[in-house]
Every structure is written in C-alpha cells, then in structure tokens.
C-alpha cells in the first residue's frame, strides 16, 4: 500500500492545538540553535483536510494527532494520528469521487521501557483513477482523438492493510527494524485500458506478461539495518539516516502465483549551509525479484511503500503508476529554510520554503537492455518549489509544486504536479 493518501491532504482551512499542563524548564540552546522545550506536555491537533494532489484531485476530510512530548524520547514518548478523507476530480466520466482514504497510525518510541520503538498502523484506500501506464522506462502515452486520455491508463483499486513494525536500538547511532504487513488487495482493470491489455498478454513460454489482477491476500515480512546521525526526525538540519532493507512477500490463492521479495538501500544527508538554509539528498535504489503484482510494480521500500519513480514520495510531478519495473533508482535534492515563527491559539508555528530537483527512472528487468526501456540514460526528472509550516514539535505540513514533462502523461497539457502533503518527503 502507498503511503501516497495517508500523508496528503493537511493544508489546514482551520487550526485548534491545545496543549496539556506543562513541566519543566526549557534547554539553553547552543549559539545554532532553537531553544528545546523540555516540558512533559501533550500536544493535541485537530483539523479539516483540505487539500490533494493533481493524482487524485481535491482532497477533503477530516485528520488529527495527539502527541506527548518531553524529555527522555526524540521526537515523542508517543504519537498517533488518524484520518478519514475522500478526493473529488474531474475525468472521463466527469467530476466524481476518485479515492476513499482512512488510516490511523501508532508511534511509540517510549515501547518496551525505551528498549523498542513500536509502530501498529490500520488503513484502507480505494481509488478508481490508479496510474498504470505500462511496463519500462520508456512505457508510451497514447492521447485519444480529443487530445485526453480517458480512463486508458487507470484502473481501480481498492487496498485494506493492517501492520506493526518494531525498532530496536544496537548503539547509539545503530539500529534494527523488524515487521510485517497484511493485505486484501482487488484491483480492477476498465475495458480496452493499458492494464487489460496487458493483464491478457502472454510471454513467448506461455508466462503472463503481468500478475496480480483480482483479488489478493499478500503477507510480507520486513527487516532492515538503519544508521540514523540526525539532530531531529521532524526537521533535520544536520547528520544522515542510511536503512537497508530486505522484504519478502507471498500471496494468496497460491494459484495466483504472485511471490517476491525486494532489496532496497535509502541514503538520506542534511547538513546546515550557513543562515537559514539546509541541505537534503536522498537517494534510493530498490530491487525486486520474482511474480511482482503489476501495482507494486511502481513502489518501493519496506514497511510503508512509497509510489517511485512517480508520486509526492518520489520523484514530483511525475503521476503515480507512470513508470514500473523491477529496479528503480530516484534522487532527490532540497534547499530548505525557515523565515519565521508565530503564535496562533496557543499553538507555535514555523513557515518556511524549500526549492527541489528530483530525478530518477526504472528498468523493467535485470538485462538493463529490455526495448520497454528505451535507450539512453533516460532519467525523468521533476523540479519545483513549495511552502511548509511546522506546527508545535512534532507536526510539519507541506505543498510542493513541480514541474515534470511526465505530468501531462496523466493531465494532458498541465505540465505541473501539485501536492499536499504531511512531513517532508525525507
């Protein structure tokens, strides 16, 4: 499951924080520092859901987060956080609802005594306008008479998914992350669409082309290796988080023959450049291996997949499900600052800007010479611009705006891709 929907949509058309009765001083930062709250409080926010993404159009709804913060855990003893949302957009059918999005997640760094940092999730999507464009990195887009697309390269999907993942500290900068993750997955393909076609081709040894059409019980297990340096989870300024990851799934019926595994390493810097700015660079490679379904085709990473290449968690601008393959490579670089601070309702909020340049592509198999691929070096990239405000300790709510060649793919003549999102893409 994407975590595409359960992080957009928190643009606030109202604000209400409200803190619990403090204790405790506050630390004296150092001459480069904000001042660090010590106080054990509970911070409370509530808020309506107004936003989206040009992926699933105008978001609305309805998300909150409780978190106790102080002294002792970075960046809470706890946090859980919910949202109920559904997106409107205009199509081939006309304006309707395109996505149904509920999720409530858990994070409890203070788990175990301290000993291990616990993170249960439920969630459940449903969309109808799922991006899937075809197999490669040089997978065609073919407009209809009338310049659009139509529901050609969409499909419905419809995702329920329960998870808990575990981290437990070896040193101080060493850490190990473990865990699993059930899904009910039904996709649906709409007729003569990119993914019919496909999903009734067959191979020259009489192999589908694609698996993972119908319904679908999947079972993965996850494990990772993660260095984290970071002086802050929420708004790193300076140190790295490196994770590796290994993750192996099966589906449900057997006669389905969905069954892979994956690989991937994300490397993530940030580092202070004088003044306000900072300096961020991600870069992820992701592998998988055996009968992929076609969807998880264009995600990648362990415990919560992102879309990549496309996507607000990957490269921006480019629409979800508009490149898929079995490797994938994405980079991404920001320059981010803070201009100011405030007080509103009893709450403290930071605004601030970052300026990015993502780039990335996949390859459909490990021959690195497949002709779904297409020659060259054949990076897609997206670069753009957006807004973020950091509201109290542990909440940061951001709009990107990208510009990609790709974003007509999905928005014929709308070269632009448009992302509400909460925390920073990494």
């Known amino acids: 499951m994407s ?44 808020f309506p859901v107004i936003g989206g993404s040009t992926d699933i159009g105008f978001q609305f709804g309805v998300a909150g987060t ?21 997106s409107v957009k205009d199509g081939p059918r006309g304006v309707e609802i395109v996505q149904q999005s509920q999720a409530m997640r858990w994070d409890i760094p203070g788990g175990g005594g301290g000993k291990v940092r616990l993170m249960p999730g439920l969630f459940y999507d449903k969309t109808i306008n799922s991006g899937y464009f075809g197999l490669g990195n040089a997978a065609p887009v073919v407009t209809l008479p009338d310049g659009t697309v ?22 101080q900068k060493w850490s190990t992350m473990y865990g699993w993750q059930l899904r009910y997955v039904h996709p649906k393909a709409y007729p003569n669409s990119r993914l019919a076609i496909d999903a009734a081709t067959r191979l020259s040894d009489g192999r589908p082309l694609l698996y993972g059409l119908g319904p679908l019980g999947i079972v993965t297990l996850n494990a990772a290796l993660l260095y984290d340096t970071r002086d802050d989870e929420i708004q790193p300024k300076r140190g790295a988080y490196y994770s590796f990851s290994l993750r192996v799934s099966d589906g449900r019926p057997e006669e389905s023959g969905v069954r892979w595994v994956g690989a991937n390493a994300t490397l993530r810097w940030y580092a202070k450049l004088g003044g306000p700015f900072v300096f961020a660079n991600r870069i992820i490679v992701d592998l998988m291996a055996g009968h992929v379904p076609f969807y998880d085709l264009s995600q990648g990473a362990a415990f919560d997949p992102d879309d990549m290449p496309g996507g607000a968690e990957g490269v921006r601008g480019i629409p979800n499900g508009r490149y898929s393959g079995l490797v994938k490579l994405v980079v991404n670089t920001e320059i981010r600052s803070v201009f100011f601070g405030f007080e509103f309702l009893g709450g403290k909020f930071k605004v601030g800007n970052s300026v990015f340049f993502d780039m990335g592509r996949v390859w459909n198999d490990y021959t690195f010479s497949d002709p779904r691929d297409g020659t060259g070096l054949g990076m897609r990239y997206g670069v753009g611009t957006g807004p973020f405000l950091v509201w109290g300790s542990a909440a940061l709510f951001r709009v990107d705006v990208a510009y990609s060649p790709d974003a007509t793919a999905a928005n014929p003549g709308f070269p632009v891709g448009i992302y509400v999102q909460q925390g920073f893409i990494f």
């Open 66 to 86: 409780i978190s106790h913060v102080g002294d002792g855990f970075k960046p809470y003893w706890w946090n859980v956080d919910g949202i109920l949302s559904a």
């Open 150 to 171: 139509g529901d050609r390269y969409q499909f419905r999907h419809e995702e329920a998914a329960v998870r808990l993942a575990a981290r437990t500290p070896l040193t």
């Open 3 to 46: 975590s595409r929907s359960r992080r957009a949509a928190l643009a606030c058309a109202c604000l209400v924080a409200v803190a619990a009765p403090a204790r405790g001083a506050s630390k004296a930062p150092s001459d480069d520092e904000e001042p660090v709250d010590l106080r054990d409080r509970t911070e409370y926010a509530g």
